[in-house]
T-cell receptor, first 111, second 111 residues
Framework: NAGVTQTPKFQVLKTGQSMTLQCAQD?????MYWYRQDPGMGLRLIYY???????DKGEVPNGYNVSRLNKREFSLRLESAAPSQTSVYFC??????????FGQGTRLTVV | KQEVTQIPAALSVPEGENLVLNCSFT??????LQWFRQDPGKGLTSLLL?????REQTSGRLNASLDKSSGRSTLYIAASQPGDSATYLC??????????FGAGTRLFVKA
Protein backbone atom coordinates (compact mmCIF):
# COMPACT_ATOMS: atom_id res chain seq x y z
CA ASN A 1 0.00 0.00 0.00
CA ALA A 2 2.11 2.90 -1.31
CA GLY A 3 -0.26 5.81 -0.48
CA VAL A 4 1.32 9.03 -1.80
CA THR A 5 4.65 8.73 -3.60
CA GLN A 6 6.89 11.69 -4.39
CA THR A 7 10.00 11.85 -6.54
CA PRO A 8 12.74 12.87 -6.21
CA LYS A 9 13.49 12.79 -2.47
CA PHE A 10 16.39 15.26 -2.75
CA GLN A 11 17.40 17.79 -5.38
CA VAL A 12 19.96 20.56 -5.70
CA LEU A 13 19.38 23.16 -8.41
CA LYS A 14 21.28 26.17 -9.59
CA THR A 15 19.44 29.48 -9.73
CA GLY A 16 17.50 29.68 -12.98
CA GLN A 17 17.27 25.95 -13.59
CA SER A 18 13.92 24.25 -13.96
CA MET A 19 12.58 21.00 -12.58
CA THR A 20 9.39 19.06 -12.04
CA LEU A 21 8.40 17.34 -8.82
CA GLN A 22 6.27 14.27 -9.35
CA CYS A 23 3.49 12.99 -7.13
CA ALA A 24 1.24 9.96 -7.46
CA GLN A 25 -1.45 8.54 -5.17
CA ASP A 26 -3.08 5.14 -5.26
CA UNK A 27 -6.08 5.83 -3.00
CA UNK A 28 -8.40 7.02 -5.78
CA UNK A 29 -8.71 10.45 -4.13
CA UNK A 30 -10.23 13.30 -6.06
CA UNK A 31 -8.22 16.09 -4.41
CA MET A 32 -4.48 16.61 -4.45
CA TYR A 33 -2.28 19.33 -2.98
CA TRP A 34 1.23 20.74 -3.02
CA TYR A 35 2.62 22.33 0.15
CA ARG A 36 5.95 23.77 1.13
CA GLN A 37 7.31 23.56 4.68
CA ASP A 38 9.76 26.15 5.93
CA PRO A 39 11.15 26.66 9.44
CA GLY A 40 9.04 29.18 11.32
CA MET A 41 6.43 29.32 8.54
CA GLY A 42 4.74 25.97 8.92
CA LEU A 43 3.02 24.29 5.99
CA ARG A 44 1.73 26.56 3.24
CA LEU A 45 -0.44 25.57 0.31
CA ILE A 46 1.08 26.24 -3.12
CA TYR A 47 -1.54 24.79 -5.46
CA TYR A 48 -4.34 22.28 -5.25
CA UNK A 49 -6.46 20.23 -7.60
CA UNK A 50 -10.02 19.63 -6.47
CA UNK A 51 -10.55 16.97 -9.09
CA UNK A 52 -9.05 15.65 -12.30
CA UNK A 53 -8.82 18.45 -14.84
CA UNK A 54 -8.89 21.35 -12.38
CA UNK A 55 -6.16 23.25 -10.56
CA ASP A 56 -6.25 26.35 -8.35
CA LYS A 57 -3.82 28.63 -6.60
CA GLY A 58 -3.17 28.33 -2.92
CA GLU A 59 -1.46 30.72 -0.55
CA VAL A 60 1.98 30.92 -2.22
CA PRO A 61 1.66 30.07 -5.95
CA ASN A 62 4.18 32.54 -7.41
CA GLY A 63 7.05 30.86 -9.23
CA TYR A 64 5.26 27.53 -9.59
CA ASN A 65 3.03 25.74 -12.07
CA VAL A 66 1.12 22.50 -11.70
CA SER A 67 -0.40 19.83 -13.88
CA ARG A 68 -3.05 17.31 -12.89
CA LEU A 69 -2.03 14.68 -15.40
CA ASN A 70 -4.78 12.22 -14.44
CA LYS A 71 -6.60 11.23 -11.27
CA ARG A 72 -3.44 9.65 -9.81
CA GLU A 73 -0.76 12.18 -10.70
CA PHE A 74 -0.18 15.82 -9.80
CA SER A 75 3.12 17.48 -10.70
CA LEU A 76 4.71 20.73 -9.55
CA ARG A 77 7.05 22.64 -11.85
CA LEU A 78 9.60 25.30 -11.03
CA GLU A 79 10.33 27.12 -14.28
CA SER A 80 13.24 29.23 -13.06
CA ALA A 81 14.35 28.24 -9.57
CA ALA A 82 15.27 30.92 -7.03
CA PRO A 83 17.04 30.55 -3.66
CA SER A 84 13.74 31.55 -1.97
CA GLN A 85 12.30 28.28 -3.26
CA THR A 86 14.68 26.26 -1.11
CA SER A 87 12.26 24.27 1.00
CA VAL A 88 10.74 20.89 1.70
CA TYR A 89 7.85 20.16 -0.65
CA PHE A 90 5.01 17.83 0.25
CA CYS A 91 2.29 16.38 -1.90
CA UNK A 92 -0.97 15.27 -0.27
CA UNK A 93 -4.26 13.76 -1.31
CA UNK A 94 -7.72 13.41 0.20
CA UNK A 95 -11.37 13.18 -0.53
CA UNK A 96 -12.98 16.59 -0.10
CA UNK A 97 -13.12 17.31 3.62
CA UNK A 98 -11.66 13.94 4.41
CA UNK A 99 -8.49 12.60 5.93
CA UNK A 100 -5.37 13.91 4.22
CA UNK A 101 -2.41 11.68 3.39
CA PHE A 102 1.06 13.02 2.71
CA GLY A 103 4.06 11.89 0.76
CA GLN A 104 7.56 11.67 2.21
CA GLY A 105 8.64 15.02 0.85
CA THR A 106 11.20 16.45 -1.56
CA ARG A 107 14.07 18.39 -0.07
CA LEU A 108 15.02 21.06 -2.58
CA THR A 109 18.03 23.33 -2.33
CA VAL A 110 18.53 26.17 -4.82
CA VAL A 111 22.06 27.59 -4.88
CA LYS B 1 -8.51 34.81 9.41
CA GLN B 2 -8.15 31.35 10.93
CA GLU B 3 -5.08 30.84 13.05
CA VAL B 4 -3.94 27.60 14.67
CA THR B 5 -1.69 27.63 17.72
CA GLN B 6 0.01 24.73 19.42
CA ILE B 7 1.36 25.02 22.92
CA PRO B 8 3.88 24.05 24.10
CA ALA B 9 6.32 24.30 21.19
CA ALA B 10 8.45 21.59 22.78
CA LEU B 11 7.94 19.05 25.53
CA SER B 12 10.23 16.54 27.22
CA VAL B 13 8.76 13.79 29.41
CA PRO B 14 9.99 10.55 31.00
CA GLU B 15 8.87 7.27 29.49
CA GLY B 16 5.55 5.99 30.81
CA GLU B 17 4.03 9.40 31.46
CA ASN B 18 0.57 10.29 30.17
CA LEU B 19 0.63 13.60 28.32
CA VAL B 20 -1.61 16.12 26.62
CA LEU B 21 -0.80 18.22 23.57
CA ASN B 22 -2.89 21.30 22.93
CA CYS B 23 -4.21 22.88 19.75
CA SER B 24 -6.31 26.03 19.59
CA PHE B 25 -7.96 27.75 16.65
CA THR B 26 -9.51 31.19 16.35
CA UNK B 27 -12.57 30.49 14.18
CA UNK B 28 -14.98 27.73 15.20
CA UNK B 29 -16.29 27.38 11.62
CA UNK B 30 -14.33 24.25 10.78
CA UNK B 31 -15.29 21.04 9.02
CA UNK B 32 -12.76 18.80 10.71
CA LEU B 33 -9.51 18.74 12.64
CA GLN B 34 -6.68 16.32 11.98
CA TRP B 35 -3.68 15.36 14.09
CA PHE B 36 -0.44 14.35 12.39
CA ARG B 37 2.92 13.01 13.46
CA GLN B 38 6.11 14.06 11.68
CA ASP B 39 9.43 12.32 12.27
CA PRO B 40 12.64 14.23 11.44
CA GLY B 41 13.20 14.35 7.69
CA LYS B 42 9.95 12.53 6.98
CA GLY B 43 6.45 13.29 5.80
CA LEU B 44 3.31 13.77 7.87
CA THR B 45 1.56 10.65 9.13
CA SER B 46 -2.14 10.96 9.88
CA LEU B 47 -3.03 9.97 13.45
CA LEU B 48 -6.64 10.95 13.97
CA LEU B 49 -9.35 12.88 12.13
CA UNK B 50 -12.24 14.42 14.08
CA UNK B 51 -15.24 15.67 12.15
CA UNK B 52 -16.84 18.89 13.40
CA UNK B 53 -19.86 16.95 14.66
CA UNK B 54 -17.70 14.64 16.79
CA ARG B 55 -16.32 15.20 20.26
CA GLU B 56 -13.47 12.69 20.25
CA GLN B 57 -11.67 9.95 18.40
CA THR B 58 -9.48 7.16 19.72
CA SER B 59 -6.76 5.04 18.16
CA GLY B 60 -4.76 2.76 20.42
CA ARG B 61 -2.98 4.89 23.04
CA LEU B 62 -4.10 8.10 21.37
CA ASN B 63 -7.26 10.04 22.12
CA ALA B 64 -8.15 13.32 20.48
CA SER B 65 -10.94 15.60 21.65
CA LEU B 66 -12.57 18.55 19.96
CA ASP B 67 -14.44 21.46 21.51
CA LYS B 68 -15.47 23.60 18.57
CA SER B 69 -17.19 26.28 20.60
CA SER B 70 -14.06 27.05 22.58
CA GLY B 71 -11.72 26.51 19.62
CA ARG B 72 -9.70 23.76 21.25
CA SER B 73 -8.48 20.26 20.60
CA THR B 74 -6.28 18.05 22.73
CA LEU B 75 -4.27 14.97 21.83
CA TYR B 76 -3.84 12.63 24.79
CA ILE B 77 -1.03 10.09 24.62
CA ALA B 78 -1.17 7.34 27.23
CA ALA B 79 1.89 5.58 28.62
CA SER B 80 4.35 7.45 26.41
CA GLN B 81 7.27 5.56 24.84
CA PRO B 82 10.57 6.73 23.31
CA GLY B 83 9.15 5.78 19.91
CA ASP B 84 6.51 8.50 20.38
CA SER B 85 9.23 11.13 20.05
CA ALA B 86 8.31 13.27 17.04
CA THR B 87 6.66 16.55 16.12
CA TYR B 88 2.88 16.54 16.40
CA LEU B 89 0.87 18.88 14.18
CA CYS B 90 -2.79 19.73 14.24
CA UNK B 91 -4.63 21.07 11.21
CA UNK B 92 -8.12 22.46 10.73
CA UNK B 93 -10.05 22.18 7.47
CA UNK B 94 -12.08 25.31 6.89
CA UNK B 95 -13.66 24.38 3.56
CA UNK B 96 -12.78 25.50 0.05
CA UNK B 97 -9.81 23.11 0.05
CA UNK B 98 -8.07 25.22 2.68
CA UNK B 99 -6.34 23.55 5.61
CA UNK B 100 -4.56 25.60 8.26
CA PHE B 101 -1.69 23.93 10.12
CA GLY B 102 -0.26 24.66 13.51
CA ALA B 103 3.49 25.00 13.95
CA GLY B 104 3.64 21.75 15.91
CA THR B 105 4.74 20.48 19.30
CA ARG B 106 8.10 18.74 19.36
CA LEU B 107 7.88 15.82 21.80
CA PHE B 108 10.84 14.01 23.33
CA VAL B 109 10.20 10.94 25.46
CA LYS B 110 13.19 9.98 27.58
CA ALA B 111 13.94 6.30 28.21
Amino acid sequence: NAGVTQTPKFQVLKTGQSMTLQCAQDMNHNSMYWYRQDPGMGLRLIYYSASEGTTDKGEVPNGYNVSRLNKREFSLRLESAAPSQTSVYFCASSETGGEAFFGQGTRLTVV
Amino acid sequence: KQEVTQIPAALSVPEGENLVLNCSFTDSAIYNLQWFRQDPGKGLTSLLLIQSSQREQTSGRLNASLDKSSGRSTLYIAASQPGDSATYLCAVYTGGFKTIFGAGTRLFVKA
